[in-house]
């Protein structure tokens, strides 16, 4: 699975949209971007994932580039719950299992 | 409905001790994962159950780790001879089925080892 390069931090005030960015330079055509978020002393929760077109369900939307190295995952109106690890994941489609985790970036959302 | 439980929520053990951690997946889910997480550290896949057999067993780290599911639902995470480098918060997954389908994860064991 392919790379991904994520910031260590960033902050974000509540009410405002929080943009979380994601590169993935070395990204193959059938491999998806998931996005996890770890609360402190929770397990990972899943947000949202995409091949190449973006997405969006009731927690975030995903916004690829055309070229796929990167992403965007954007919180659009961020509270103090939002405060998380936030994992980029490039995973295979079809058989792949594993979700191989890196660091993530954690995100603080301050009142 | 419920998700998916570990217990125990905290396990301290002295060095040399066997433990062991269960999972209790979500009902109807064949597919059942084990990671660990390290302090500071994302979470790193040690196994992978599709029904009752292990499907990939690649990231048990030795063979001090063993992991069963005989009747293709709880999980048993086995470790043996247990050492203060395994301590860390064991995780459990479970997905409808495997691959692309939605892992949802347990609040984790977090294991101490004095």
């Known amino acids: 699975d392919a790379k991904t390069t994520q910031p260590t931090s960033m902050d974000c005030a509540e009410g405002r949209a929080a943009n979380l960015p994601c590169n993935h330079s070395?990204?193959?055509?059938?491999?998806?971007v998931y996005w996890y978020r770890q609360i402190h002393s929770q397990g990972p929760q899943y947000i949202i994932h995409?091949?190449?077109n973006n997405e969006t369900n009731e927690m975030a939307s995903l916004i690829i580039t055309e070229d796929r190295k990167s992403s965007t995952l954007i919180l659009p109106h961020a509270t103090l719950r939002d405060t998380a690890v936030y994992y980029c994941?490039?995973?295979?489609?079809?058989?792949?299992?594993?979700?191989?985790f890196g660091k993530g970036t954690l995100l603080t959302v301050n009142p | 409905g419920a998700g998916v439980s570990q217990t125990p929520s905290n396990k301290v053990t002295e060095k040399g001790k066997y433990v062991e951690l269960r999972c209790d997946p979500i009902s109807g889910h064949t597919a059942l994962y084990w990671y660990r997480q390290s302090l500071g550290q994302g979470p790193e896949f040690l196994i992978y159950?599709?029904?009752?057999?292990?499907?990939?067993d690649s990231g048990l780290p030795n063979d001090r780790f063993f992991a069963v599911r005989p009747e293709g639902s709880v999980s048993t995470l086995k470790i043996q001879r247990t050492e203060r480098g395994d301590s860390a918060v064991y995780l459990c997954?479970?997905?409808?089925?495997?691959?692309?389908?939605?892992?949802?994860f347990g609040p984790g064991t977090r294991l101490t080892v004095t």
């Open positions: 995409g091949l190449k």
């Open positions: 997954a479970s997905s409808l089925m495997g691959g692309d389908y939605e892992q949802y």
């Open positions: 994941i490039v995973r295979s489609g079809g058989s792949n299992y594993k979700l191989t």
């Open positions: 159950f599709q029904g009752t057999g292990a499907a990939d």
């Open positions: 070395t990204i193959s055509g059938n491999e998806y």
